[in-house]
């Protein structure tokens, strides 16, 4: 019969939180730049230059349609064959800010070419530069009936960090992994794992829920500033 023993695991317990630290840290930096990324490839796609739409859309494409793990090994093993050397770390967070940014490129346009016209005409009519239109009348509101689904994706994409563990970024599953080699409690070790990815992904849900309409598309400055 089995025996279970979480106790072996659990003292073990700096590893882990430091490898929920490095999950924490990815996910985090990956949603700014990746972000920041989606949003302006979702500009290209929804109304940017012909060229750049179509530059935007194989490079969604090609991120799609290919599994993040081979983006992820494209990364740190393939690069080095152009002279470009990577950390683990490096390498990870270039690989998961590319995979959210094509995701969220789709998001983000769903949601610009959802704005009624009414909207920009309004805009228009009050003088604002193309500028302000986008980042004042069209952004937020896109973004606010958009944001379920970007903050699903980050969280999708916290969650698939978990195999950067393979090309040994200290991240929870590294941990977990490290863990289960010393005692050979894999079972107890990855079901630890589990619950712990699954805290992180319940907090970091209700974190974005919450700073969403406050820091992201909420509290709008006066168009004049």
Same mark, same amino acid.
């Given at each position: 019969?089995?025996?279970?023993?979480?106790?072996?695991?659990?003292?073990?317990?700096?590893?882990?939180?430091?490898?929920?630290? $490095?999950?924490?840290?990815?996910?985090?930096?990956?949603?700014?730049?990746?972000?920041?990324?989606?949003?302006?490839?979702?500009?290209? @796609?929804?109304?940017?230059?012909?060229?750049?739409?179509? &530059?935007?859309?194989?490079?969604?494409?090609?991120?799609?349609?290919?599994?993040?793990? #081979?983006?992820?090994?494209? $990364?740190?093993?393939?690069?080095?064959?152009?002279?470009? @050397?990577?950390?683990?770390?490096?390498?990870?967070?270039?690989?998961? $800010?590319?995979?959210?940014?094509?995701?969220?490129?789709?998001?983000?346009?769903?949601?610009?070419?959802?704005?009624?016209?009414?909207?920009?005409?309004?805009?228009?009519?009050?003088?604002?530069?193309?500028?302000?239109?986008?980042?004042?009348?069209?952004?937020?509101? &896109?973004?606010?009936?958009?944001?379920? &689904?970007?903050?699903?994706?980050?969280?999708? #994409?916290?969650?698939?960090?978990? $195999?950067?563990?393979?090309?040994?970024?200290?991240?929870?599953?590294?941990?977990?992994?490290?863990?289960?080699?010393?005692?050979?409690? &894999?079972?107890?070790?990855?079901?630890?794992?589990?619950?712990?990815?699954?805290?992180?992904?319940?907090? #970091?849900? @209700?974190?974005?829920?919450?700073?969403?309409?406050?820091? #992201?598309?909420?509290?709008?400055?006066?168009?004049?500033?």
């Amino acid at each position: 019969m089995i025996q279970m023993d979480f106790g072996a695991v659990l003292a073990e317990w700096p590893a882990l939180l430091r490898g929920a630290g $490095v999950t924490l840290a990815l996910t985090a930096t990956a949603a700014l730049l990746g972000g920041a990324l989606g949003t302006a490839c979702g500009w290209a @796609r929804a109304s940017g230059p012909r060229a750049l739409a179509r &530059a935007v859309a194989v490079y969604v494409e090609l991120i799609r349609n290919t599994p993040f793990i #081979v983006q992820l090994f494209f $990364v740190f093993f393939g690069l080095p064959g152009l002279g470009l @050397r990577l950390s683990p770390e490096a390498a990870s967070v270039i690989a998961m $800010v590319l995979n959210l940014g094509a995701y969220v490129a789709e998001i983000v346009r769903a949601g610009l070419e959802s704005t009624p016209k009414g909207q920009i005409e309004a805009g228009r009519s009050l003088a604002l530069s193309e500028w302000q239109l986008f980042s004042r009348v069209v952004l937020p509101p &896109a973004l606010g009936r958009v944001w379920p &689904a970007l903050v699903g994706q980050i969280v999708i #994409v916290m969650l698939g960090s978990a $195999v950067c563990g393979q090309i040994s970024t200290p991240d929870l599953s590294f941990a977990a992994n490290l863990i289960q080699s010393r005692n050979f409690r &894999a079972f107890e070790a990855f079901i630890v794992a589990t619950a712990m990815y699954l805290v992180l992904a319940i907090a #970091v849900r @209700r974190l974005l829920e919450w700073a969403g309409p406050r820091w #992201v598309f909420g509290h709008l400055p006066p168009a004049g500033r």
